[in-house]
């Protein structure tokens, strides 16, 4: 299976708007997406909503690449009802920059943000409340990263907090 | 008036205990008499393994392939064996099922070539320590034994 | 209980361990006498890492930890999940498979807003409903128990279509079900829905408008009940969706007492589904034809279906090895939980109850 490119309103749109920053907008088993460097991304999504009726935003995540310059994808998953669509809006999170949060366009966003940042330690800037969602407050150590490990946990606050020496 | 009728003859009030009277059938009962009573799983549950041997000659049917262990979600399978220098196969000695960690998905019984292991219907599988619920090879044979009680 | 230095302002914690709150959930209320300023919600407590789990496991060797997220719906889940592989895979489940899954998924539906209603009910007061869904539901984890031998974790699908044939006496069993299943549904809207003090407790309780649920990306009953007659499986249907006949039911005010009767009418729904899809199974393999060891090409994929509580993705990761590169979980129960504050903020404290219970969340995938 190869990628296919992507034609219609939406790769246009985007590309009118912002021009090179749209570096890749394809299909992969039917399903769009297109790649926009971080500092689009926001205003990409702030197009799709006013211009392209997106108003529902479905999930933000992230995947770590730990060897490449730019450590992070971050993926955005836009749907609109009208248009009964699905995109999926991609950047790579270089390291001195942080993504603007996306609370001010969909309010669904201040979690998943969250759990990104919880998850990843990628920070939104912007967000009203970036604290830690499912670790504890205090936990030292972004899990979903590539380099920590399975079984490893923050020996220091387990032993804080649980009164044992090692979680395992 | 009629409604007034209904609530002097108490009429709602009888059709409740109506429903009421009518669970005492003794075929309506659902609640299960158990330990004297034991429920009926069906024939595809997923309980305690098995591990299997020959009916007639009573030698196991393992042909310590590994496929089990390797298809385990949470690694609690181990299998020892031996290569025998004369029939050229692999001899079971050991098997080791560590149930505290299992969580019934099926995938190495569904993994298994030759219906060895086997997770049967026994549900009694509860144990006072940790250990007790690390199987090996004898327990898996012979399948657990649950605690009769009688009067 | 502190009062913080505002002196009118009470602060309460609700939960984590509280009946009502459906598990570990943990909300910090900020009160006005009877009135709820605020709302936050501590979560996590059940959070066991799944997305971490399916980096190291095989694509095969996760599918059982999938029907531990959403437990009450675990046939949705694996369902989602395999249909999320099968999407990177490029192949497709053969049609006897698909109608199995969808017969089974509208039972699990079935199922999950039985033990919803039940629960719900039970938190504001009614306590006889519970032994009257769990009634039903058991005759749904009977055939989910004879049909894959679990009935709560059932690990019924697997990628490429099912590892189980259907068993001797699968549709009597399914369509005695359905048969005296709708005359079920009816008693519970004459206990409840006729219940004046019912209708009453509910009626503009935790109102959600349409335009709200979609900047909050809520979705499944709780959108519907506010008017948008959303759902994948007409949006975007999948596994064989597309044949039958049903309808989206929908309400228009999106407070509680509308989505007790969309939940109620969906259950109907899947009443209808089940019966057509039992009608004709077709005959054929169970199995697509795939690889042994399953090897997604390097690529990525969202595939999202219709779970109980609203829709549930999967966006997987490969780079082309037998383990995902990561997968990424989307659920229902999270994002819908987020409206939690707004629904909240100026009701009463004993709303907050009927609140959590409406948006029908269950921890274990709230917290992954």
């Not at chain 2, 219907?121 to 940790?130: G, H, V, W």
């Not at chain 3, 699968?170 to 009816?186: G, L, R, S, W």
């Not at chain 3, 219970?357 to 921890?363: M, S």
Request: glycine share 6%; aromatic share 10%; hydrophobic share 40%.
């Amino acid at each position: 299976m190869a990628t296919v490119p992507w034609d219609g309103a939406i790769p246009e749109l985007l590309r009118e708007h912002l021009g090179a920053a749209v570096l890749d907008t394809h299909l992969y088993v039917d399903q769009p997406f297109a790649v926009l460097t971080l500092a689009a991304m926001l205003p990409a999504l702030e197009l799709l909503h006013a211009e392209a009726d997106f108003d529902y935003l479905v999930d933000i995540t992230a995947v770590d690449y730990p060897k490449r310059e730019c450590r992070f994808d971050l993926v955005y998953i836009v749907y609109s009802h009208s248009r009964n669509q699905r995109v999926r809006l991609k950047a790579q999170v270089p390291a001195n920059q942080k993504p603007l949060s996306a609370v001010p366009i969909f309010l669904g966003a201040n979690w998943l943000e969250r759990e990104v940042f919880d998850m990843f330690g990628i920070e939104f800037a912007g967000h009203p409340n970036l604290t830690r969602i499912l670790m504890p407050d205090e936990w030292s150590g972004f899990p979903l990263r590539k380099d920590y490990g399975i079984i490893q946990m923050d020996n220091t606050w387990v032993k804080n907090n649980l009164g044992i020496e090692s979680g395992q | 008036m009629k409604q007034f009728l209904r609530r002097f003859l108490l009429l709602d009030l009888l059709e409740g205990l109506w429903v009421t009277f009518r669970h005492q059938d003794t075929r309506l009962i659902t609640t299960e008499q158990y330990p004297s009573q034991r429920p009926a799983v069906s024939e595809r549950y997923r309980g305690a393994p098995r591990l299997n041997n020959h009916p007639e000659t009573n030698e196991t049917l393992c042909i310590s392939c590994n496929l089990c262990a390797v298809a385990c979600p949470e690694n609690l399978i181990v299998v020892g064996s031996v290569r025998n220098a004369e029939t050229k196969r692999k001899d079971l000695v050991t098997f080791t099922y560590d149930l505290s960690r299992c969580m019934f998905c099926g995938l190495c019984e569904d993994a298994c070539p030759v219906d060895a292991l086997e997770l049967t219907q026994d549900f009694e599988i509860a144990s006072y320590t940790r250990e007790g619920l690390i199987w090996d090879r004898q327990a898996l044979e012979e399948g657990p034994r649950p605690t009769q009680y009688r009067q | 209980m502190t009062t913080s230095p505002d002196a009118n302002e009470l602060v309460l914690n609700m939960g984590p361990q509280h009946p009502s709150t459906h598990g570990v959930l943990r909300i910090v209320l900020k009160l006005d006498g009877e009135r709820v300023k605020s709302t936050e919600c501590i979560i996590g407590y059940l959070h066991r890492g799944v997305e971490k789990i399916a980096e190291n496991r095989t694509y095969v060797q996760f599918a059982p930890y999938v029907d531990r997220m959403d437990y009450l719906a675990a046939v949705s889940n694996g369902l989602g999940y395999c249909l999320a592989v099968e999407k990177l895979m490029n192949s497709v489940a053969p049609p006897r498979a698909q109608a199995v899954r969808v017969i089974l998924t509208e039972l699990n539906r079935i199922a999950s807003h039985l033990l919803w209603l039940g629960t719900h009910a039970l938190d504001i007061g009614a306590i006889t409903p519970l032994f009257y869904t769990l009634r039903e539901r058991e005759e749904v984890l009977k055939i989910f128990e004879n049909y894959c031998g679990a009935r709560l974790t059932t690990h019924a699908f697997r990628i490429g279509g099912l590892q189980y044939e259907l068993y001797e006496g699968f549709e009597q069993q399914v369509n005695a079900f359905c048969d005296q299943f709708p005359a079920k549904v009816d008693e519970y809207e004459e206990l409840l829905g006729g219940n004046r003090i019912w209708r009453e407790r509910l009626r503009g309780v935790g109102v959600l408008d349409a335009a709200t649920c979609k900047r909050y990306g809520v979705t499944g009953p709780m959108l519907r009940a506010a008017g948008v007659p959303w759902d994948l499986r007409k949006a975007q249907p999948y596994s064989g969706y597309e044949q039958y006949e049903f309808e989206v039911p929908t309400r228009s005010s999106g407070d509680t007492l509308d989505r007790y009767f969309v939940r109620l009418d969906e259950m109907r729904q899947s009443v209808r589904i089940v019966r057509q899809a039992v009608a004709n199974i077709p005959t054929g393999p169970i199995m697509a034809k795939i690889a042994k060891v399953i090897k997604p090409p390097v690529g990525e994929a969202y595939v999202s279906i219709e779970a109980p509580k609203g829709e549930l993705g999967y966006f997987i990761v490969s780079d082309g090895s037998t383990h995902p590169y990561r997968l990424r979980v989307r659920p229902p129960s999270f994002v819908n939980l987020q409206a939690l504050d707004h629904m909240a903020k100026g009701a009463l404290v004993a709303d907050v109850v009927a609140i959590i219970g409406t948006i029908d969340i269950v921890l274990g995938e709230v917290d992954r």
